[in-house]
């Protein structure tokens, strides 16, 4: 009988109820080509020659991924060329701090678009890797996913 009330409530509840969330992916390549359309019949419309740059899926079509970037650039990669994302970009100028708090010693300043390798995150904080400097960021004004 509950198995019987779980599909009819699940039949009858609308469908926009239990669509997927846009969802960050980043670049497994150090060149990736950017469609106009979701295959590979479609031109380039630019390249990407950032590896691990975080993109938000915001729809899919088969093999192939429609993204956005932190710029709000926007076109199809196919899947091949995206990983779970472990990334973020800075979306102003922030300070890495050497411990997970603002009274903690800042390590260095990062400028607006720095990409960011995620290593762990916190609630409010992420412990993350840039060039040789590896310490702790709050989470606002990144782009990227954080889990």
């Known amino acids: 009988m509950l198995r019987f009330l779980i ?3 699940i039949i009858f509840i609308p ?3 239990f669509s997927e969330e846009n969802y960050f992916l980043m670049l497994k390549n150090n060149k990736v080509n950017v469609r106009y359309g979701p295959s590979f019949d479609y031109p380039i419309k630019y390249v990407y020659k950032k590896k691990f740059l975080p993109v938000k899926v915001i729809d899919k079509k088969e093999n192939f ?3 956005i970037d932190h710029k709000k650039n926007s076109g199809w990669i196919h899947i091949s ?3 779970a994302s472990k990334s973020l970009i800075a979306l102003e100028d922030k300070l890495i701090f050497k411990k997970n ?3 903690s010693e800042p390590l260095v300043k990062i400028e607006k678009g720095r990409l960011l390798i995620v290593k762990k995150c916190l609630t409010e ?3 993350v890797k840039t060039e040789n400097y590896l310490g702790w960021i709050e989470v ?3 782009w990227g996913s954080f889990n």
Request: hydrophobic content about 50%; some cysteine.
């Open 65 to 67: 991924r429609r993204i």
């Open 140 to 142: 606002e004004n990144l």
């Open 7 to 9: 599909l009819l409530i």
């Open 81 to 83: 060329q995206l990983k």
């Open 101 to 103: 708090t603002k009274f």
């Open 125 to 127: 904080w992420c412990r």
């Open 15 to 17: 469908s926009f109820v």
